[in-house]
């Protein structure tokens, strides 16, 4: 047994053993030794001349699941221990079930029936009462035997595969089984023993075509050649250029052959001891033999471990990161109210500076990573240059398209089709018709040459009447982005996904009620512009005077000019005489027509920039950006009771045991580190 323990190899092989110890075989791929070919190849020999414990072995009967055997060398007394790894695809329940099972073994003796008892607890078809079912399943059958075993080593030996279904033996038993071997091989920390035998074709055995596929450089794969004594005479000189790897059939690592114990060898429970020497007797040569075999593999181990433990460091820093994540995922530990409050009153604190620092334009003072768009995802959290740009483009439509009836130099369709739709319910009119349908729609008792004195608020009301839904969508597109930054910042505040969770439904609340609010006011705004416009800014006063003098001064250099063309034949000349005074003057007169229709219509009004100026201000700004650090405040953590603080962030009883089982790995991944440092 101590084949496979050298002084080089001593240090590297406990260290392995104290990682399966603390359980981090189950996170991690250690390098391990893998018995694997046919059924009835002799694997359960090969597995007992390495180990030199007892397995059982009869001829009906073949390994149904994987069998992990752990070996751990004390000076104590031996401890022997079994236990089921359940496969993830069984049901919860099933799981737990299995993973209930444990059993203290007195000797190897108790072998079979523990063998017996997991398979009928596997519910395996063609145990017991078990009719129905697979035959084969991939929970594993743990052994770890602790003592004065002489070596720590792992070795598992798994179901042979089975090359043609039969009756007991579905096409699915024989998909089953190579998936799981498969599942084995493919890990580049396993040790592959090929087990084949010699009295039948080595290179047609399902295992030596498995291990060419997945160990292609052939550097974990040993080919272990059984029953030497079964095959027929004038085949000898194959198999032994089979051995020296001289055959047509090669591995990297060649092959080593064996002899297994006769029936009435196994009769007589012959030892180890007698076993080696039964076979130094029958071979005579190197590569030959269980004692050879055992000094290959303490070598192969020692490199095989040397070359994968540091991929072993590597994988196990990942998951120690990963881990840190995990537990910070959970939070900190909050068993009273008072931790839950200070823990509440410490995020909403966050949350209240973020805000704080989104709608200052403080985007670099305080958590600049939230506030990173470098990769352009995160464009609502900068909350005032956000408000600047909509409020701009707000402005700007509303100035462009803000009108119901958009004056435009030419329309393109015919004069039947000359107004219509543009955007929405906006109409598109050239000059003229604008012109036609302020006389028309605004005609009343007055003279020609007159307008209506309603004629102001009448054409104001029409051409406002788009503004309440333009500015409806601006302050839903507002209020979305608001939504957006808030669910942010609450992410951002904590790692706890429930707490995440509770907190952005609890801000659902006050953030409705703002955008309400907003509503409302928005509403109130509208309402005012629906009454007479009033107006006393000057700006309004000096845009008429501009207007009416911009088209006076337009309607007498027009007149001027048909003047000097049709009475001074082009040449306008005027002396300085009453007579040519009074000829100008008749001229221009004839020509002039005060036209009150077009000149209302060039009246412009600032009511636009104004109503502009208050939904920024009074709806926006008042309503939507002013309450936003107030939707999570420490002032609102400090009035809740302890109801609500026990709803919100309490720490549920899975929590905790998640917490001390993420503790628990998390220690022994930083242990086993150190370890695998030294």
Same mark, same amino acid.
């Given at each position: ?85 359940? %496969?993830?695809? +069984?049901?919860?329940?099933?799981? !737990?079930?299995?993973?209930?099972? $444990?059993?203290? /073994? @007195?000797? &190897? ?125 004038? %085949?000898?000189? +194959?198999?032994?250029?089979?051995? !020296?790897?001289?055959?047509?059939? $090669?591995?990297? /690592? @060649?092959? &080593? ?144 398209? @803000? ?276």
């Amino acid at each position: 047994m101590s084949g496979l323990q050298s002084a080089k190899s001593t240090l590297r092989l406990k260290q392995i053993a104290r990682l399966r110890a603390r359980g981090l075989g189950d996170h991690v791929d250690l390098p391990q030794l893998v018995v694997c070919g046919d059924q009835s190849a002799g694997k359960s020999s090969i597995l007992e001349g390495i180990t030199s414990l007892p397995f059982p072995r009869q001829d009906d009967v073949c390994t149904k699941f994987p069998t992990e055997i752990i070996l751990r060398h004390s000076d104590g007394e031996q401890i022997i221990l079994a236990t089921i790894l359940p %496969t993830t695809s +069984r049901t919860e329940q099933a799981i !737990k079930d299995l993973q209930s099972y $444990k059993r203290h /073994l @007195g000797s &190897f003796d108790e072998l079979p029936k523990l063998i017996a008892a997991a398979e009928s607890l596997m519910g395996l078809r063609g145990f017991e009462s078990v009719e129905k079912g697979p035959a084969f399943t991939q929970d594993v059958l743990r052994i770890e035997v602790t003592g004065p075993v002489g070596l720590h080593l792992t070795v598992v030996d798994l179901p042979g595969l089975i090359s043609v279904a039969n009756e007991e033996q579905t096409e699915f038993d024989v998909q089953t089984v190579q998936n799981m071997v498969d599942s084995y091989l493919t890990n580049a920390r396993t040790i592959i023993l090929a087990v084949v035998q010699a009295n039948n074709d080595i290179a047609n055995q399902g295992i030596i075509q498995k291990s060419r596929r997945l160990d292609p450089a052939g550097e974990r794969t040993v080919g272990i050649i059984t029953k030497p004594d079964l095959i027929n005479k004038g %085949t000898e000189k +194959r198999i032994a250029r089979l051995a !020296k790897n001289e055959d047509t059939t $090669k591995l990297r /690592l @060649g092959f &080593f052959l064996v002899r297994n114990p006769t029936p009435s060898e196994l009769a007589t429970a012959i030892t180890a001891k007698q076993r080696l020497a039964i076979e130094d007797q029958y071979f005579r040569a190197d590569r030959v033999g269980v004692a050879a075999l055992q000094r290959f593999l303490q070598k192969l181990l020692k490199q095989h471990i040397e070359r994968e433990l540091p991929k072993v460091r590597e994988e196990i820093k990942h998951i120690i990161k990963r881990l840190e994540q995990d537990i910070a995922a959970l939070g900190d530990e909050r068993p009273t109210t008072g931790h839950i409050r200070v823990f509440l009153s410490h995020l909403a604190m966050r949350f209240h500076n973020l805000t704080l620092s989104a709608l200052d334009g403080n985007y670099f003072d305080n958590d600049t990573a939230f506030f990173d768009e470098s990769g352009m995802k995160h464009q609502s959290r900068r909350i005032r240059a956000l408000t600047h740009r909509l409020n701009t483009v707000f402005s700007n439509h509303m100035r462009d398209n @803000g009108q119901k009836r958009k004056v435009i130099t030419s329309l393109s369709d015919s004069e039947d089709n000359a107004e219509e739709s543009a955007e929405e319910d906006q109409i598109l009119v050239t000059k003229q018709k604008m012109k036609d349908w302020v006389y028309v729609s605004s005609r009343g008792k007055e003279l020609p040459g007159n307008y209506n004195h309603a004629l102001m608020s009448d054409l104001f009301h029409v051409q406002a009447s788009r503004w309440k839904t333009i500015a409806g969508k601006h302050v839903e597109t507002f209020s979305n982005a608001i939504e957006e930054f808030v669910k942010a910042a609450v992410s951002h505040i904590t790692q706890e996904p429930e707490i995440k969770t509770k907190l952005w439904e609890r801000s659902k609340l006050p953030l409705l009620e703002n955008k309400q609010a907003t509503e409302e006011e928005l509403s109130r705004l509208c309402e005012d512009e629906k009454q007479q416009p009033i107006t006393y800014n000057h700006y309004y006063s000096d845009n008429v005077q501009k207007a009416r003098q911009d088209s006076t001064r337009d309607l007498i250099k027009k007149t001027m000019n048909e003047a000097s063309a049709e009475d001074w034949n082009g040449r306008l000349h005027i002396s300085n005489n009453s007579v040519d005074a009074e000829k100008l003057v008749a001229s221009l007169q004839k020509r002039i027509i005060i036209d009150m229709d077009a000149q209302a219509c060039t009246e412009a009004l600032v009511a636009l920039k104004t109503f502009v100026d208050n939904v920024c201000r009074q709806v926006i700004e008042r309503h939507l950006l002013n309450p936003l650090s107030r939707v999570f405040c420490p002032e609102k953590v400090a009035a809740m009771d302890d109801d609500e603080l026990y709803k919100i962030a309490a720490k549920s009883p899975e929590n905790a045991e998640s917490r001390k089982r993420l503790n628990e790995l998390h220690e022994n991944l930083k242990r086993s580190l150190s370890d695998l440092r030294k």
